[in-house]
């Protein structure tokens, strides 16, 4: 009777289908379109331009190979060269000081105060304006007149003496670019690191109060391991922004005074649009390319690792 009943109840089970998988799989047809538009309008002229980076090519008429000379000639190039030690310091400096800034506020607004939620809209609001913009903004800002912008301010609270040609002084143009890409991004820095933040549980920061630990021992041993995914995700996304900058470089200073404030995003594109260099300049993004992914590599694999010990 049990056997009888056994054989009936798996008669009537429904058939359970089987899962097609691969790429005949049904998400992968509405994943389709997009796949395609993105191959066409991205990966197809990214090889392309591969090609390119191995020739002489002006732009017009005809292309012929000439091997690695564009590569060679980038390493003879004293205005590369430059540009590129222009874009590491860039970087540094937009890593360390925008997540330090970030990692600020984000403390600073995760607490009880009243006005957080409209003082995280106000930090937060710069990074969805248009980077040109904020460059021409801080044209303004750094305007080199004595009454104008921020040399006005200071000499309105008594440090005239401070005042500079923020965009005209070799030494300052640089630092003053990135004044200006720290202060657009620093509130979306705070927004990841809020978000960490939001994560750290309660019981922890009560729990290690009743051992005595102080605010700095609290931060040091409870919160700071627990933000390890928000400090990967800011720290490569500041790196890739730094490292590929070009907007606000190109809007506030072009490159200069002379190539002081050069990146190799400004160089690729005044060797393209300006010269008519297109074969040299796609090897110079080619370059840029590769190196981006090499330090995004070994990045995200030391910043994981740190993740799993914390």
Avoid: C
């Avoid at 190979?65 to 564009?70: P, V």
């Avoid at 430059?82 to 607490?111: D, E, F, K, Y």
């Avoid at 649009?273 to 030391?302: C, D, E, K, R, W």
């Amino acid at each position: 009777m049990a056997e009888a009943l056994t054989a009936r109840t798996t008669r009537t089970r429904p058939r359970r289908r089987r899962r097609q998988g691969g790429f005949l799989a049904p998400p992968w047809w509405f994943a389709a379109p997009a796949l395609a538009v993105y191959a066409l309008v991205v990966l197809y002229p990214s090889i392309s331009g591969i090609a390119v980076a191995f020739t002489d090519w002006n732009g017009i008429g005809d292309r012929s190979f000439n091997g690695l000379a564009n590569f060679h000639k980038l390493l003879d190039d004293d205005a590369a060269r430059g540009s590129l030690l222009n874009t590491l310091l860039l970087t540094v400096a937009i890593v360390v000081v925008q997540n330090g800034i970030g990692l600020l506020l984000a403390l600073g607004v995760h607490t009880k105060i009243k006005s957080r939620a409209v003082l995280r809209v106000i930090f937060f609001a710069p990074a969805v304006v248009s980077p040109v913009m904020v460059a021409f903004l801080w044209k303004y800002v750094y305007n080199p007149a004595p009454d104008a912008g921020l040399n006005g301010i200071l000499g309105a609270v008594g440090l005239g003496g401070l005042r500079q040609d923020w965009l005209g002084d070799p030494s300052l143009a640089l630092w003053s670019v990135a004044g200006m890409v720290i202060w657009q991004f620093a509130g979306y820095s705070m927004v990841i690191f809020l978000a960490g933040l939001e994560g750290v549980p309660a019981e922890l920061h009560e729990a290690a109060m009743i051992d005595g630990a102080g605010l700095w021992q609290r931060f040091r041993n409870v919160t700071w391991p627990l933000l390890a995914p928000a400090v990967t995700i800011n720290v490569m996304l500041s790196t890739i922004g730094g490292l590929k900058l070009f907007d606000q470089v190109y809007a506030a200073t072009n490159g200069g005074p002379g190539h002081a404030s050069e990146t190799l995003s400004t160089v690729l594109y005044k060797q393209a649009f300006v010269f008519g260099n297109y074969g040299y300049s796609t090897a110079i993004a080619l370059v840029l390319a590769l190196f981006v992914a090499a330090v995004s590599m070994i990045q995200i694999h030391y910043l994981r690792g740190r993740e799993v010990t914390s």
